[in-house]
């Protein structure tokens, strides 16, 4: 079994920044994709932002140019740093996780969600 934690939510004014951390721990093998997804009330749960074992990186329109993700391998651990945050922006941020386990099955981890509010 694979345990994420995140961290970094909370509340920010407009134009303001926040860090989201996740850790991933237990059965791993490999991880190959991180993401962060967001929901909003009433709303889907879409993809923010994606990185891959590579490094490679994929970003939903809205946050291109003002979020980066970024990985450290050796921590197992995804970030997502936030700048000129934007109201539009709140949701609940979940990290995913897509690799190997040490039974060499693959996996889908989810965080259990921080709440990002962005005032106006």
């Known amino acids: 079994q694979v345990q994420l934690v995140e961290s970094g939510g909370g509340l920010v004014q407009s134009g303001g920044s926040l860090r989201l951390s996740c850790a991933a721990s237990?059965?791993?093998?490999?991880?190959?994709?991180m993401g962060w997804y967001r929901q909003a009330p009433g709303k889907q749960r879409e993809l923010v932002a994606r990185?891959?074992?590579?490094?490679?990186?994929n970003y939903v329109d809205s946050v291109k140019g003002r979020f980066t993700i970024s990985r450290d391998n050796a921590r197992n651990s995804v970030y997502l740093q936030m700048n000129s945050l934007k109201p539009e922006d709140t949701a609940v941020y979940y990290c995913?996780?897509?690799?190997?386990?040490?039974?060499?099955?693959?996996?889908?981890?989810w965080g259990q969600g921080t709440q990002v509010t962005v005032s106006s």
């Open positions: 995913n996780l897509r690799g190997v386990n040490l039974l060499r099955n693959p996996f889908v981890s």
């Open positions: 990185i891959t074992s590579g490094g490679s990186t």
């Open positions: 237990g059965s791993i093998f490999s991880i190959q994709t």
